[in-house]
């Protein structure tokens, strides 16, 4: 992991040009965890280069490898990757991560306003394309409350086989 102090690691920072602040793994926003997405990005292509050119000195090194000297494994794997690599897809997205003075609104950007984002918004952001609730028209609403109420689950509509199976009799 990246926390700690290893000969290795620190040979690859300095070969791949990684700044050692972004090793550091503790927790701060949402855009110091975009910012080391785009370093590993970096690193993956200069090494990709570097290998191709024939000026990579020794053996490759994993992915694991590179992936740890930012974050642990797990991290990136639950975290990371599901949500950035899909927010290309999201020009404003990207904008707002750069974190620029010029950056859209969180508002522009998600849906809705919030004194904190998470990796978990932005996974949800990137499903959804914004993090503001879909509305549901009261008729539904108040068809679905009807039906839950005839099959006595007190207002809470099951999902279970037997009321499904039934919903579709009372159809018929």
Known sequence: MASSSNPFRDHLMTLLEIPSHLTNC???NIH???EKYKAYLSATQ???TCISEGTWPGKKPSSTNLIEIFLSKSMWFSHYKPAFSKVSNYPLMIEWLENRDDKPSDLEVWGVEKAYYSLTDLRKF????TLAEKKTTGKKKAKDVCLAEEFGK????STNKKVATSKKKLQK
């Open 46 to 48: 200069t090494l990709s």
């Open 154 to 157: 007190g207002g809470k509509v």
């Open 26 to 28: 503790a927790e701060r």
């Open 126 to 129: 990137v499903e959804h394309g």
């Open 32 to 34: 110091f965890a975009y």
